[in-house]
Each structure stands twice: as structure tokens, then as C-alpha cells.
């Protein structure tokens, strides 16, 4: 799947930004109910509804954001630029440690397939990409929890993650 916007940054109040999610068949049988979802806070619904996919076939799906001062304060104007990516996900991941009473389960699956998916199936959904990468990311967390002098308390703990800005 290839995920574009139709803009490269963003840094206006209200603009509205379109998503194209393009999803290919490259296997030999037929995709039936095929759909699309997006972590992103604040995506309106993806269309079209779930399709089939026949081999070699391809779909575009589309959804659009309005920008809103949550997303500026986030501070990612270009999600290209590696330093405002990796600022704009930490300040997510915090948002989220807050909105799900610290529960890594639910923080790290809500990061992965979107903080509605998680409320809709009152805990982590049954999509394989996010029960494989909740598992993963929190082994990790345990590695990292090894590392350090003191266990890390938040994900803005400089001894798991630590920003360099652009200049080096």
C-alpha cells in the first residue's frame, strides 16, 4: 500500500489535506472485503466502502484531514523532515499514555491502528499488523528498560529516545 497527500507540509488552521491510499493485489487469488485504516487523528472516514480485489488489481482509497491547532502544536508541518516526525510521534505517544490511563497495551495499539480502532473493540483490535507489533514494541521497551540507569517512565525519557536536531 502507498500512502500520498496532496500536500507536502501543512501549517494552516483549517486547511484540508486529501490522503490516497493505494492498495495493489500482488497475489495470485482474489481480496475480498478489503478496506483501509489509518492511525492519523482526525481522518474522516476512508472511502470507498471495503472492496474485492482481483489479481493484479488495485484500488485508491481517499480521506481528507482538516488541520487543527493540535495537529500545529505537534509541531510536524513536514512529516518528511525526520526531526519533526520523530517530535510529532512522541508528543503522540504522551497524548496517548494520557488518554489510555498508561496502559502500554492500549497505548502502543491505539499508535499503531488509531485510538478509534482500540475504543471500537474495547482494547486491542483483531488486526494481525497491530497484534504482531504490540508484542514487538514492547520487548523492545523491555531491552531498552535494561539499558538504563533507572527505568524509563515516559516515552520523552532521554534514555529511550533522544532528538538531534537538523543541524546535527
Given at each position: 500500500?502507498d500512502?500520498?497527500a496532496d500536500?507536502?507540509?501543512?501549517?494552516?488552521?483549517?486547511?484540508t489535506?486529501?490522503y490516497s491510499?493505494?492498495v495493489?493485489?500482488?497475489?495470485n487469488?482474489?481480496?475480498?472485503?478489503?478496506?483501509?485504516?489509518?492511525?492519523?487523528?482526525?481522518l474522516?472516514a476512508?472511502t470507498?466502502a471495503?472492496?474485492?480485489?482481483?489479481p493484479?488489481?488495485s484500488?485508491?482509497?481517499?480521506?481528507?484531514?482538516?488541520?487543527?491547532?493540535d495537529h500545529l502544536?505537534a509541531g510536524v508541518?513536514?512529516?518528511?523532515n525526520?526531526?519533526q516526525?520523530?517530535?510529532?510521534?512522541v508528543?503522540y505517544l504522551?497524548?496517548?499514555?494520557k488518554?489510555?490511563?498508561?496502559?502500554?497495551?492500549?497505548?502502543?495499539?491505539?499508535y499503531n491502528?488509531g485510538?478509534?480502532?482500540?475504543r471500537a473493540?474495547?482494547?486491542?483490535?483483531?488486526?494481525?499488523?497491530t497484534?504482531?507489533?504490540?508484542?514487538?514494541?514492547l520487548a523492545?521497551w523491555?531491552?531498552?528498560?535494561?539499558?538504563?540507569l533507572t527505568?524509563p517512565?515516559?516515552?520523552?525519557?532521554?534514555?529511550v529516545?533522544?532528538?538531534?536536531?537538523a543541524e546535527?
Open positions: 500500500m500512502k500520498t500536500v507536502a507540509t501543512y501549517g494552516t488552521l483549517g486547511e489535506i486529501t491510499f493505494e495493489e493485489n500482488t497475489g487469488v482474489t481480496l475480498t472485503n478489503v478496506s483501509v485504516t489509518d492511525p492519523l487523528t482526525g474522516s476512508i470507498p471495503p472492496v474485492s480485489l482481483a493484479g488489481a484500488q485508491i482509497f481517499t480521506a481528507t484531514l482538516t488541520v487543527t491547532q502544536d508541518a513536514d512529516a518528511m525526520p526531526v516526525n520523530i517530535k510529532g510521534g508528543a504522551d497524548w496517548l499514555m488518554e489510555f490511563d498508561r496502559d502500554p497495551l492500549m497505548v502502543l495499539a491505539a491502528a485510538e478509534g480502532a482500540v473493540n474495547d482494547g486491542v483490535p483483531p488486526y494481525a499488523e497484534r504482531d507489533y504490540v508484542p514487538k514494541v523492545a523491555q531491552v531498552a528498560q535494561g539499558l538504563c527505568p517512565e515516559l516515552v520523552t525519557d532521554p534514555c529516545f533522544k532528538v538531534i536536531s546535527g
